[in-house]
């Protein structure tokens, strides 16, 4: 997985019937680099979240073939 | 997903069968890395697309075993 | 495979009931970028681990469809 | 997929079984990086073609587990 | 795949009872970085070798499912 922080939501009117409703958040990883991942727990900006990419995404949804490669598998707790 | 705009469109006459039929876009990521990109969705020049990648691309597919590792997912709305 | 130093823990409450318990740790791969690996070796802070990437370490899981993509391996031996 | 230029072609006598016979050739990508491509389409040195990587490219060859993670899917129509 | 050189193998006595046994190399890539392949094809050090990475590494291994996702798949022939 990476970590990475939420930078902002994406919307998406002309899509695929297949991509999943949901929330899909801009992440930026360490290194700079951003990507959008599919969110079910609800996130929000400024969040610190790990990320799950490739098929594994895909296979976390039950029934559906969803066309999605990234998702946040958690919320990094803050350290005290 | 990564977040992209249309830069341009190829053209392939020589391919292999599976290769399904329809367009292979261009599309430049913010790192400035440029990727061909299927396109179920007519999207335009200029555009900026969510693109899927890896195995989970070729999954959308039904019916075939299409040799396709990046897909347009849905073209982003722009922010009003 | 890629070879890395761990380099601390993250914690996560909030988080997917599919993805495993366990510990995910941070490791340090050699070009300097880091990744989160769900450990089941019990490795601690500055060893040095083969982590497995993509599909193949969620594969590891039995009977469940987990959703990582990084999974520590092995633990590498010191040289003598 | 990725659009590159064919710049050569290795040769592997020793090998797995399990690799399947043809070309391999080597690909110069547009960020500089290299790969080496299984080839159906008998492209030749300088051509510019369409590669699609990861299990994809693996699902193509029918009947066999072939340990191949790069194909040759197109060869890009010179713009006239 | 990608085309490499054998630097060196790394043992391994803590790991996964599903890592197969075998030579871990190392394997450093035209970009300078690295990775840790699974030999099945006896290379030595400053051999010249194609791997193959992800899903289908772990696809060669029949019967098991290993938690190997780069394979050396081949070693180039030198050229004369």
């Known amino acids: 997985m990476i970590k990475g922080r939420v930078i902002g939501r994406v919307w998406s009117t002309k899509r695929l019937e297949a991509l999943p409703q949901g929330a899909l958040l801009e992440v930026e990883v360490e290194s700079g680099s951003r990507l959008i991942a599919f969110d ?7 969040e610190e979240v790990l990320v799950t990419q490739g098929s594994v995404a895909a296979g976390w949804f ?5 066309p999605v490669d990234a998702l946040i598998v958690g919320s990094i707790d803050e350290s005290g």
């Open 62 to 66: 039950e029934g559906v073939r969803a």
């Open 40 to 46: 079910p727990l609800g996130c929000g900006e400024g």
